[in-house]
Each structure stands twice: as C-alpha cells, then as structure tokens.
C-alpha cells in the first residue's frame, strides 16, 4: 500500500484522532515480533498518517484481519488512552454490516451469550461458554433473498470474535467466515464490515459518527437483499 492509497482511506481527521476505513484481508498487528519482513499489517503504513506530528498515530482498537471498516486512531499518547478508555468502557456506539447464511425468522432481537476461549491452542478461536465473558449483541434484518440475510449487528461488549461466535451460534453463521462458516471451504471472503462509529470523545461538542462504505466483495449480496442508495 502506497501512502497515497492509505491516505485515500481517511475517513475523518482532527487534531486528536483519525478513522480509517481498513481494507479486508490485512491483519492490523503484526503477526509476531519476529515475523518475515513480508508479512503485512496495516499499522506499517502509518507513517504516512503523521501530518507532521512528530510520531504516527495508534491503534485505539482492532479489527480481525478480514474485518473491513471503521479502524480508530490516536495521534498522540493522551489521544489515545482517551479514546482507548471510551472503548473500554462501551461508550462507543459501533455498527457492523453482516451476509449471513439462511437468517433469523424474526426482524430483530438481542443475543446474550458469554463467550471463552475455545481451546488455548487455537489462540483467539472462541466459543459460547457459560462461564465465560459477558457478551452481548443487538440485531437487526435489514433485507433478505436466496437463503440469507443482510444484518445490521451492533455489539454492546466487545470480545474477540463476538459478531462471528454469536452469528454462528444463532444457526446463521456469516458467509466466507473461515472460522466458524464455511470461509475454508468456499473461498469466500468474510462478509463482515465495520460500518460506522459514533465517538464521544469531545465533551463540548457532539459525538462524531464515521462511516465506511462496504468492500467490493460485499456489494453484490448487499444489493441482491435489497442495499439500494448511497453507501
């Protein structure tokens, strides 16, 4: 990624932080210290996102590796630990845009299911367990066609993998998940995207919605449901 094209992702910018709408398919972190130098991550390309600070922004949260969307980030150390505590205590309001295979018979609902560790050799794979972390989900169909559904997912804690657990515990797993669907087996892509934030983090001022337009490999589903207008 050129700084030209990471730039072209800048969803919103102000003195304190930037969102950034992150590509499908690149990993946020690097993957070990100790990683071959081809390995890619989305926070290499921060550097072109100083804007003559004198160092590049943070990451304030993450997304999954194939998780597209609204990525927030610090410019500066007080910035961050600001935004990472709005995070920490749920005060962000976020929204997530899923295909999902078959769907709910309801319009909408509230998933209350806690969630551990899968298996500790599996790193970050999880489960529903009951004696797990609180996790919750708000839902919402926003369209249907040919055996799925287009879903508004709005996640009120935020555990690793959440949105995908949940989804797949519900029978309507999210397509081209190639943990908990069918990803591995179809060589889909996952359908899941970041699609806004509101972030409170001005006291004298409203709180700042951001929002990313869908990936490619999202807008034909997104459409075949029923998507029309601006995106």
Not at 47 to 76: E, I, N, W, Y
Request: glycine share 10%; proline share 9%.
């Amino acid at each position: 990624m050129t700084p030209e094209e990471i730039q072209g992702r800048i969803l919103y910018r102000d003195a304190l932080m930037l969102v950034i709408n992150k590509p499908a398919g690149i990993a946020v972190h690097q993957s070990h210290p100790n990683a071959v130098s081809r390995d890619v991550y989305i926070e290499q390309y921060f550097p072109a996102l100083q804007f003559g600070l004198p160092k590049p922004p943070m990451l304030a949260h993450r997304l999954d590796k194939d998780t597209s969307g609204c990525l927030v980030l610090g410019r500066h150390r007080k910035a961050l630990d600001d935004l990472s505590r709005l995070f920490r205590e749920g005060l962000m309001e976020k929204t997530y845009w899923a295909v999902v295979e078959g769907g709910p018979v309801e319009d909408e609902g509230f998933i209350d299911l806690p969630l551990g560790r899968l298996d500790p050799a599996r790193g970050w794979w999880m489960k529903v367990d009951p004696d797990g972390l609180k996790a919750q989900t708000g839902w919402k169909v926003m369209g249907r066609a040919d055996g799925m559904a287009f879903m508004l997912l709005s996640p009120l804690t935020g555990r690793t993998h959440q949105l995908r657990v949940h989804c797949q515990a519900m029978g309507w797993p999210i397509i081209g998940d190639p943990i908990y669907g069918d990803g591995r087996r179809s060589g889909e892509r996952l359908h899941l995207h970041a699609r806004s934030i509101t972030i409170p983090l001005y006291k004298n001022k409203p709180p700042i919605t951001v929002e990313a337009p869908p990936p490619a490999h999202m807008l034909a589903r997104l459409h075949t449901c029923g998507l029309i207008g601006d995106i």
